[in-house]
T-cell receptor, first 113, second 114 residues
């Protein structure tokens, strides 16, 4: 595709449920990043993939959060036992290589009721 | 640690220049970026500057970096209503074991009035 795409664009769930957020990076981009943006804040780093492996997951807030990128392209961010505090916009970005410009998707707006 | 600070709001008249300021604390930063975010949209990269540069100009945008004071600014000349958005500065330490992760400021909301 022309840019980074993310699905769904909006997700409403109930406290305690499990959610999956998907990111399709720009074709050929080897690096993929997940960020979380709470209301009125700047994005915060969650996890970085180089190829299929999670090279840095230091930003994941706790073990309820997990992300995969099994074939080095599409990535899925998984949140177990969602809490109201998980409500935020989850942004995905990809870049051609580690030092290259990051291109952001439109984000998935998650609301936990 | 890393911390990036910005003022929350800026209001200018159409046609005037806008100056958005940012301070950061990590002197190891290698690249500093300016991103634009319009309502409901993702982040759009506007420009960036490498830490060994003082200034970069790109059409209506001018970035100034004062590394001694850890101060970054973005000047938008001839500001237009389409420039109304939230502007984020961001820094990166460059290639570390964790790739090129960005640390963002809180964002400055620019409002352009007619």
């Amino acid at each position: 595709g022309a840019g980074v795409s993310q699905t769904p664009s909006n997700k409403v769930t109930e406290k305690g449920k499990y959610v999956e957020l998907r990111c399709d990076p720009i074709s050929g981009h080897t690096a993929l990043y997940w960020y979380r943006q709470s209301l009125g804040q700047g994005p915060e780093f969650l996890i970085y993939f180089q190829g299929t492996g999670a090279a840095d997951d230091s930003g994941l807030p706790n073990d309820r959060f997990f992300a995969v990128r099994p074939e080095g392209s599409v990535s899925t961010l998984k949140i177990q036992r969602t809490e109201r505090g998980d409500s935020a916009v989850y942004l995905c970005a990809s870049s051609l290589g580690t030092l290259e410009t990051q291109y952001f998707g439109p984000g998935t707006r998650l609301l936990v009721l | 640690g890393e911390d990036v600070e910005q003022s929350l709001f800026l209001s200018v008249r159409e046609g005037d220049s806008s100056v958005i300021n940012c301070t950061y604390t990590d002197s190891s930063s290698t690249y500093l970026y300016w991103y634009k975010q319009e309502p409901g949209a993702g982040l759009q990269l506007l420009t960036y500057i490498f830490s060994n540069m003082d200034m970069k100009q790109d059409q209506r945008l001018t970035v100034l970096l004062n590394k001694k004071d850890k101060h970054l600014s973005l000047r938008i000349a001839d500001t237009q209503t389409g420039d109304s958005a939230i502007y984020f500065c961001a820094e990166t330490l460059g290639p570390t074991g964790g790739g090129n992760k960005l640390t963002f400021g809180t964002g400055t909301q620019l409002k352009v009035e007619l």
